[in-house]
């Protein structure tokens, strides 16, 4: 519906509408189409069938009048010329048609011109306004009044939002005429209505009027076309589906009003692709979207993808009128098992070595025409029939989908030469209702067995014998021969070899397999593990390749009475007075045997010494256990005592070992236990001794202590120490610590030639005498003393070092004698001069005889260069 000042178009587009149904839709100044229909049927005579199947253009006329209701056309098409004529008409009479005029609910003379005065309790019906409209500018809508302007003066203002309120100044008002105007185009979609108030005030601002509610309605026209949230839609069919199948679902949202045809969209199928079997092989319901199969016959294997292209159109659907737009479905048909697998051949054949296991044998290939590496294509092969033993199971290839036969068995080429297996295959899923499976299906494997040299077999493997320990070497224990299973080759021989001995107790006859010791079996070795002693022996044909097999001996041997029992502890403690509490050790004995060569034991004490049985005793607790104790009243002085103990076990004859146990007396406390002092009293050290061990150890650890104070106080006093002393107080081997390190000579401008001996003292002898650096030389008068010679002659170096040397001896500010002198003559021509000057023994002949006069301290060097007879 659509509003030009005072002149509305009504359109009914869809054919075949009945009023009512039209009434529910659409409506005009609030009054319906049913209203419309009513007033002017009876006016224009107009039949409902004509007011339903045909295009009307209604004029609203002004002073309370009803529009008029005029066809156009009765088939859905108006010409160019009539909508020309109708808009020259409309634009005409909205030139003659004045504005209606809402006047303020109250009491006055009725106004001749306009709309009615209203009562108070009047609802103002609604302004609509067409959405983007194109104007002119401001656009007059309706005229506001009030009964006292006759009188007085009023001032007439709107408030609400569109005037006073964000979005400011879409709507205005003539003060003083009453006028209200919108002063832009509107968007239905953006807002679909105002609601304002106007306001009757006097010049003086006082109010006149009660304000009036407007409501400006903003019409909706068909300016949005549909819009698909996405423009390819993703959905999927079982192949064989039948017609009806639901398949996906697309929508489409208009932003117009959805009450009116303006924003009732409509969907199509416009293409698909490809046409196979049928161009037209899915549907779309128009008004919700969802797509179903039409027809059958989808078949993924011929097809396995269709794409549709679907339109949605509002207007409902009208082609001529509406706007459309388009998405892609893309509809993927998926797989069903309606393809059994075949098997590409009736046979198959393979071979396999006897003895063997996890060796494919057989490859079986297979076709199936489901998508690869689903479950409607994976292939699951069976045996059916052919081996009863399960020597065999067929595994699939996960990629080739082949089925692999594979020995999991051992076969026998003496037992079977061959195998005539009957295999199956079908898939993982099952078939899909009404295939049946291919006879193709099943196909018969033939596997050969070739025979091969096998390994001797022990028939008996581990063999069990039981013998007494402690038989003598040579004794015959058993024989342990193998069997050979190639029954079918020529007679092989066996030879026996020992694998496997830990103690070296056992031999093999090579021929027979006879085992005979080398040594005489001992139960408690370390090699024998629970009474049993194990041995692995092997067995050799002499076929080609040579086979061998293994075999265990296990030989359980049967304790004899060789090991006489042992005292347990070997050392305890025990008060020094017996009256005080029951006092005594508890004693018992180990024995390697086992029963009935080991307990019950039984413990006695020697009859000598006599001092033992006088003070001590043994009574019986248990079979294996006895309690040694002090005899009642007597008094042991604090120490270490050895007593012997005499332990036979019950062996056949008994066995019996003296073992000597230890018994430290000590004071004891009220609660009986050996108290600290007690203990090394016991150890053999009396109270004075012990208290003079505990002095002399505080001594020792005062002394350290002082120690270690001395030594942080002398460190403290070398790190405070000044640089710079007096002359007095100079000492020659003072050492300087400077906590830097440079990068070398290379990375530093170092001066090398201030580490020469200086010409001359002249800027020594200058400085005032004071404090000084401990490492400066002294400063003494030059002529006092001789001067070491700064440049000797090159040619003679025994001149050079014995004029050091006496130069160092008249020298009271050198070093002392025993310290080591240094030469700082280098040459001459560079800072680090050569020392080419100092020629060996081998560049020409030189006499050093004269090394003899210089003194004890050069006779070294004498003997070794000088001309003397070597000693």
């Known amino acids: 519906m659509g509003n030009k000042g005072d002149q509305v178009t009504l359109s009914i587009a869809s054919a075949g509408l009945s009023v009512s149904k039209t009434a529910k839709k659409l409506s005009f100044f609030g009054t319906t189409i049913s209203n419309f229909y009513r007033e002017w049927s009876k006016k224009e005579k107009i039949s409902s069938e004509q007011f339903s199947s045909c295009k009307y253009f209604v004029h609203a006329k002004s002073q309370g009048k009803w529009p008029e209701l005029k066809p156009c056309c009765s088939v859905f098409k108006v010409t160019e010329n009539e ?82 309120q ?131 016959g989808l078949d993924r294997e011929k097809v396995s993808q269709y794409t549709i292209i679907v339109q949605a159109t509002d207007m409902e659907g009208n082609l001529n009128f509406g706007l459309s737009n388009t998405a892609t479905a893309i509809i993927t048909v998926t797989d069903i098992n309606d393809n059994p697998p075949m098997l590409t051949s009736r046979t198959f054949s393979g071979e396999v070595p006897e003895n063997r296991v996890d060796v494919v044998v057989a490859n079986l290939t297979v076709i199936d025409a489901d998508q690869p590496h689903s479950p409607n294509w994976n292939a699951i092969y069976r045996i059916i029939s052919g ?107 066996i030879r026996y070899s020992k694998l496997n001995d830990p103690a070296d107790w056992l031999s093999i006859n090579r021929s027979n397999g006879q085992i005979v010791t080398t040594a005489m079996l001992d139960r408690e070795s370390v090699y024998v593990k629970n009474n049993i002693y ?104 604090p120490g270490v005592y050895e007593v012997p103990v005499i332990v036979s076990d019950s062996g056949n004859p008994p066995l019996s070992n003296r073992s000597v146990i230890k018994v430290k007396v000590c004071p004891c406390d009220e609660n009986g236990d050996c108290t600290t002092l007690g203990a090394v009293a016991a150890a053999g050290l009396g109270t004075g001794a012990i208290i003079s061990i505990l002095i002399c150890i505080i001594i020792l650890l005062s002394m350290v202590l002082l120690f270690v104070v001395w030594i942080k106080r002398r460190e403290k006093e070398r790190q405070t120490k000044q640089l710079l002393i007096d002359p007095e107080d100079d000492v020659r081997d003072n050492i300087l610590k400077y906590d830097e390190e440079g990068g070398g000579e290379e990375d530093q401008d170092y001066d090398l030639s201030q580490l020469q001996q200086p010409d001359s003292l002249e800027h020594i002898i200058s400085k005032p005498p004071g404090v000084r650096r401990v490492d400066e030389r002294p400063i003494i008068p030059e002529s006092q003393y001789p001067i070491r010679p700064v440049v000797p002659h090159p040619g003679d170096i025994g001149d050079f070092i014995h004029e050091g040397l006496r130069a160092a001896d008249n020298d009271p500010t050198a070093p002392p004698y025993d310290s080591l002198l240094v030469f700082d003559y280098e040459g001459s021509g560079s800072t680090a001069g050569s020392v080419s000057s100092l020629n060996s023994s081998s560049t020409g002949d030189q006499d050093y005889d004269y090394l003899n006069d210089w003194g004890p301290r050069f006779k070294k060097l004498a003997d070794m260069y000088g001309g003397g007879d070597d000693d």
């Open 83 to 164: 909508k020309k004529v109708a808009g020259r008409k409309e634009k005409k009479e909205a030139v003659q048609t004045p504005p209606p005029v809402i006047m303020f609910p109250g009491s006055g003379r009725n106004i001749t011109k306009g709309l009615r005065r209203q009562k108070r309790d009047w609802v103002i019906p609604p302004i609509n306004v067409a959405e983007n409209s194109r104007g002119p500018f401001p656009q007059m809508l309706v005229s506001i009044r009030s009964d006292q302007d006759q009188d007085i003066s009023i001032r007439y203002s709107i408030t609400g939002v569109g005037a006073d």
């Open 166 to 296: 964000p979005p400011n100044e879409v709507f205005s008002i003539d003060p003083v005429l009453g006028k209200m105007f919108v002063t832009k185009p509107l968007d239905r979609e953006h807002r679909s209505s105002y609601h304002l108030r106007a306001h009757a005030v006097d010049m003086n601002g006082n109010q006149v009027e009660n304000p009036i509610d407007l409501y400006i309605f903003v019409i909706d026209m068909n300016d949005n076309r549909p819009e698909f949230k996405n423009q390819v839609y993703n959905g999927s069919v079982d192949e064989g589906s039948k017609p009806g199948t639901y398949v996906m679902h697309l929508s489409a949202f208009d932003a117009d009003d959805n009450t009116t045809a303006n924003g009732m969209v409509r969907y199509r199928i416009l293409s698909q692709t490809p046409h196979s079997p049928i161009p037209n092989m899915f549907t779309i319901n128009s008004e919700t979207g969802d797509i179903v199969t039409v027809a059958p």
């Open 387 to 493: 081996d009863p033993s399960g020597h065999f199971t067929i595994r699939t290839d996960p990629i080739s989908n082949d089925g692999m036969v594979t020995v999991v068995k051992p076969v026998d080429f003496e037992m079977n030469r061959a195998f005539m297996l009957t295999v199956v295959v079908s898939n993982q899923a099952h078939l899909a209702t009404g295939i049946q499976s291919s006879l193709q299906s099943t196909a018969g494997v033939t596997i050969s067995v070739q025979d091969v040299n096998e390994p001797p077999y022990f028939p008996t493997n581990p063999k069990h014998i039981r013998f007494e320990e402690g038989v003598p070497a040579g004794t015959s224990l058993t024989t342990f021969s193998a069997s050979d299973p190639d029954r079918l080759q020529m007679q092989q021989i």
């Open 534 to 637: 194990e041995a692995t022996f092997l067995a050799t044909d002499n076929g080609s390749p040579a086979a061998s097999g293994t075999g265990t001996l296990q030989i359980y041997l049967i304790d004899i009475n060789d090991n006489p029992p042992a005292l347990i502890p070997k050392e305890s403690q025990i008060c020094e007075r017996t009256y005080r509490s029951i006092n005594g050790v508890n004693i018992t004995a180990a024995d390697a045997d086992t029963d009935p060569n080991a307990g019950p034991f039984v413990f006695e004490l020697p009859t000598f010494p006599t001092t033992i049985r006088r003070n001590w005793t043994i009574s019986r607790i248990s079979g294996d256990f006895a309690r040694l104790s002090l005899r009642y009243q007597i008094y042991l002085e």
